[in-house]
Structures are given as structure tokens and as C-alpha cells.
């Protein structure tokens, strides 16, 4: 036993010094300016190569870290102590995926040799995963092999890790269909997903995959609300497609939260926004789940009914403020939709505006009809965000201001449903 442990330990260190001395190679590897183009063609096809084989290392590594249940003894889950040993979070899930998966033996073996590279495996991987979901019967050890090697045959043919996924697909949609209940992959709900997570700048990484009626629900709506809606002189919508399409799905989710708002029962709307504001320091505000904001932004959420605002002392009391009610009552609403008809910037339905406060209700504003007026979402961020203002105008109307970046002259326009007057008649 003690020959065996004297064996074991000296392999171990055997490895540890070639591994030191493949870094020490990297290091010190130079390119130079003088080398021709098959030269650097020739250098980077052995840079891949040896970028193959650190790959499938590491994702053998993984696998035995999670054998030897090493994760478990820091108190992280496996893609965790990866991800703080320096993983992008991505990399950290692909070698999570590839170390654990079991009966790859022949893909091993075409990794270990660098001829395929950890995207295309963990493609593989993740495809015979979807092909076992998706099979009414149970995968057996034949028919995975098969699978297995249908995979692996595209990625020797040079196909892309997203055509060997759609290949999977494939595969799995002739399985489901040799059911008499069997449903395509675009038609099976059980196989939609919905996931998010915040990234490290404190936004919102959002990914689905959804059945085709899902997908067309969602489709529709969002092309119904992202149409270009042209700026107040008439020019063209500044806003990219995408852009387009965010500001849209902020709408649906809006008027998602009318509907499910019930102060009846709870102190916080169902499916509300919690915001927090420290009376004495108002940088400090902060979302429940996405974390901090700017006061801009902070004042920007005043005016939506969505919104719950609590604004507290040092030690996270609430305060009475002492003034009225933050959020405009049905009956201002009723008046400012009979006023304003629809968004006064550009005339979006009033059914997706929110009553806006022209000076800020976190800075003391108002709620009343003077201090008012109806902005759609993303007319509403380019006020608070982009540079345009609002301000009540001598004939009780809105009027608005663009930015000098829009109009040098900065030239106030009336509200939308007021443009058919002459700005010198408009009294």
C-alpha cells in the first residue's frame, strides 16, 4: 500500500511539472512583425490545438472534482468554485457539463487529441441531453452510441456548435414524432424555458425558449408595440429595431403589472416593483432584486402606479413625508385623459402611458393637473434620460422641449393631439 501512495504521489508531481512547464513555454512564446501570413496562419492553427487540449483537461478536471466532492467541501456548487477559480461563467457551466456527462467515452477520446474543440463537445453533450428529453422511450446504450455518433459526424464534417444543436433537434423531433402523442419540439410545452440573471453591471440577462404558440403570443405582441413611431417634428425614429423591441416587452410587462396589481390584500402590489429611497442620502436608492439606482432614475419610477415607493430614515424606517398621495387617482387620471388623449410626445394610446410628474414627486412635485401629463415608456425615459422636457404650458396644455441635439433651436412643440393647431394660435 505504501509503494502504491509513493507511486500515486510522484505521478502526481510528475504531472505538476509538465503542466508548469507547458506555462513557462506559453510565456515565453513570441510572435514577431516580420513573420508572413502562412506563418501566423500555421502558429495559430497550433495555438488552437493546444487551446483544444487545455479545454478537454480542464473539463476532465471538472469531473473529478466533482467525483472527489471537492466543491462540496468549500461549501460551493461545482460551476461556482469554477467560476471563483477564474471560469467565465459560460466556460464554467461547458465544463461542468462535459466533466459529468457520462457514456461520451468515444468524444473523450476525439478531445483528448484536440481535433475537437469544447464548444463543438459541449454541443454534443447538450444535444443528447435534448434527444433524451425529448424521447418517449428510454435512451438505451445503443441508441445513444448512435446518437453519439450522428452528433460527433457533423462536427467532423466542420459544422458549427449551433448546427450540431439544430441537428439534436432533429433527431429528436423524428422520436417525439414516432408517438401517437408525440409532439414536435416547436409544439411541446414541457420543454420551454424561461431563464435570467443579473449581470455584472446590474443589468437583466434575459433567455427563453419557448413553443411556437408562446413564441407567436409573445411575437405579436412585441411587433404590435415596437412599430417606429416618428419624433414629434416628424422625423424618422431615432431608436434601433432592438431597442425597439426592449422598450415594447417594458410595455407588456406594464400593463401585465395593472392587471395584477391588488392593494386590497397585500401591503405591496402583487407582482409589483419595491423601490427604496433613504430620505437622507437618495443615491442610496435601490430595487428589491436589481439592486441599486440612480436618484434619476429613482425619480423616473415616481411616477409609475406599478411602482411601490417607501422612502426611509438611517435605520430603514418608513417615514411619513407629510404630503399626498405620490401616485394620481383615478379621477386625475380621467382628467388628464381627457386633456391629453393620449402620449403627448407621440401619441401613443392612453391605455400604455403613465402619468408623469413634470417636476419629480421625490423632489417635491405635486400630484395634481398642473403638475402632470400622459408619457408611453419610452417617451417617458426620454424625458427623464435623453434630454427632452415638459412644462405646462400658458394655455394648460403640455408642451414639450427637445434637446439641442434634435432641434439646435430647442423650440417647444405642443402636445400631440394639439399639433394640428398653429403654435401662434395655440391659446
Not at 409609475?304 to 407629510?322: F, K, S
Request: charged content about 25%.
Amino acid at each position: 500500500m505504501a509503494d502504491a501512495t509513493v507511486e500515486s504521489t510522484a505521478e502526481i508531481t510528475y504531472t505538476a511539472a509538465i503542466l508548469a512547464g507547458v506555462v513557462d513555454l506559453l510565456a515565453e512564446l513570441r510572435t514577431g512583425s516580420d513573420m508572413t501570413g502562412p506563418q501566423a496562419h500555421a502558429a495559430l492553427q497550433q495555438i488552437l490545438l493546444i487551446r483544444n487540449l487545455a479545454d478537454h483537461h480542464a473539463a476532465t478536471l471538472t469531473g473529478d472534482l466533482d467525483r472527489l466532492g471537492v466543491a462540496d467541501g468549500k461549501g460551493r456548487r461545482l460551476r461556482e468554485l469554477l467560476v471563483v477559480m477564474g471560469c467565465a461563467p459560460a466556460v464554467a457551466s461547458r465544463f461542468v457539463r462535459i466533466g459529468t456527462a457520462t457514456d461520451i467515452d468515444s468524444l473523450l477520446r476525439h478531445a483528448a487529441d484536440g481535433s475537437i474543440s469544447s464548444e463543438h463537445a459541449d454541443a454534443i453533450v447538450r444535444g443528447l441531453s435534448h434527444i433524451a428529453s425529448r424521447s418517449p422511450e428510454p435512451v438505451d446504450a445503443d441508441m445513444r452510441s448512435a446518437q453519439l455518433m450522428s452528433l460527433m459526424s457533423w462536427s467532423s464534417a466542420g459544422m458549427t456548435p449551433a448546427q450540431i444543436t439544430d441537428h439534436a433537434r432533429t433527431i429528436a423531433n423524428e422520436l417525439a414524432a414516432d408517438t401517437d402523442d408525440g409532439k414536435p419540439a416547436a409544439e411541446d410545452k414541457a420543454i420551454n424555458e424561461l431563464g435570467y440573471h443579473k449581470t455584472d453591471d446590474g443589468r437583466l440577462d434575459v433567455r427563453a425558449n419557448l413553443d411556437a404558440v408562446a413564441g407567436e403570443k409573445l411575437h405579436s405582441l412585441v411587433e404590435a408595440l415596437s412599430a417606429p413611431k416618428p419624433q414629434p417634428d416628424g422625423s424618422h425614429d431615432p431608436r434601433p429595431a432592438e431597442r425597439r423591441r426592449a422598450d415594447a416587452l417594458e410595455s407588456i410587462l406594464e400593463l401585465a403589472q395593472k392587471d395584477l396589481a391588488d392593494e386590497t390584500v397585500s401591503c405591496k402590489p402583487t407582482g409589483g416593483v419595491l423601490l427604496t429611497i433613504p430620505a437622507d442620502a437618495p443615491k442610496l436608492s435601490a430595487l428589491e432584486f436589481m439592486g441599486s439606482v440612480t436618484p434619476a432614475t429613482a425619480k423616473a419610477l415616481g411616477c409609475d402606479a406599478a411602482i411601490t415607493v417607501v422612502i426611509v430614515d438611517g435605520e430603514q424606517v418608513p417615514l411619513n413625508v407629510g404630503r399626498g398621495k405620490r401616485l394620481f387617482t383615478p379621477s386625475q387620471r380621467k382628467a388628464l385623459l381627457l386633456r391629453d388623449e393620449c402620449c403627448v410626445k407621440c401619441g401613443a394610446p392612453a391605455s400604455r402611458t403613465q402619468a408623469h410628474h413634470l417636476v419629480s414627486w421625490v423632489d417635491g412635485g405635486p400630484t395634481d393637473l398642473d403638475n402632470g401629463c400622459l408619457l408611453c415608456t419610452s417617451c417617458h425615459h426620454d424625458v427623464h434620460d435623453r434630454g427632452w422636457d415638459v412644462v405646462m404650458g400658458f394655455d394648460g396644455h403640455p408642451w414639450l422641449t427637445p434637446p439641442a441635439t434634435v432641434d439646435p433651436r430647442r423650440r417647444p412643440l405642443p402636445a400631440y393631439n394639439r399639433r394640428t393647431l398653429r403654435l401662434d394660435s395655440a391659446a
